[in-house]
């Protein structure tokens, strides 16, 4: 059976600035920074900038700790990162929360702190768009049972949402879970599907697990398991129970 990934410890950089979100004389300093940083000159980006973090725009708050974080127009510093992101994470900005949550697990910038991450990623996790490497690291962190009480039941219910927002590793790890028998009745058919599903989106050791669990099945129930994995892609993970 394939090991369960672990959880994602590197931080989201997505460029979280959005003009169109913010005053006209505000969204040309974003954009002249954002165009900086996109030349590489980070230096211009971070004076730029600078003065809308002041004024709490949680986006731009959530570049500047990115830069302080990679060390980008500034001198690395975790501490700073962390300041950043939890200004911009206070203001409900999924991924500055998800990049807290890392900080707490990695204890870069911030004492480690696992109960802190899980809340972090929590919150994260719960956004009306969900943050799904949110998702993916709850579960993992309820397998583990770093900063929760372990509960499998609840690692696949997290696996399972970030699963049909398309996410592999957790496509993979929920398999395992259905393989082993953790938090859902053990099922290789149900393995065979999320397996599947996980090894056509990328997943290492994915491919290796989908034919270990069709070494148990009936050849008509590998054909159903095929079948299921196909309708549930197709619908866009709408249709995977």
């Not at 993979?172 to 879970?177: D, R, S, V, W």
Request: charge should be neutral; include cysteine.
């Amino acid at each position: 059976m394939a090991i369960l990934n672990k959880e994602n410890t590197m931080i989201d950089i997505r460029c979280a600035v959005v003009a169109l979100m913010l005053a006209p004389g505000a969204a040309q300093a974003v954009g002249a920074g954002l165009e900086a940083a996109r030349a590489g000159d980070y230096a211009e980006a971070l004076q730029d900038w600078r003065p809308l973090t002041e004024q709490g725009h949680a986006r731009v708050q959530y570049s500047l700790g990115v830069m302080y974080y990679d060390g980008q127009g500034v001198p690395q510093d975790y501490a700073e990162a962390v300041r950043w992101y939890r200004r911009a994470a206070e203001q409900g900005l999924d991924s500055a929360q998800y990049n807290l949550g890392v900080m707490y697990v990695t204890g870069r910038g911030v004492t480690q702190d696992y109960a802190e991450a899980v809340r972090w990623y929590r919150l994260a996790a719960k956004q009306r768009i969900a943050n799904v490497n949110a998702q993916f690291n709850l579960g993992n962190m309820y397998v583990t049972g770093r900063g929760v009480t372990q509960d499998y039941a609840e690692a696949v219910r997290w696996y399972r949402l970030a699963a049909k927002r398309g996410d592999p590793r957790a496509q993979l790890n929920l398999g395992i879970m259905h393989g082993t028998g953790q938090g859902v009745p053990q099922d290789d058919a149900t393995a065979h599907i999320w397996f599947n599903i996980a090894a056509a989106n990328g997943a290492s050791n994915a491919a290796p697990a989908r034919d270990l669990a069709a070494s148990r099945l009936t050849a008509a129930a590998i054909d159903e398991a095929q079948r299921r994995a196909r309708v549930c892609m197709k619908s866009g993970y709408r249709d995977c129970d």
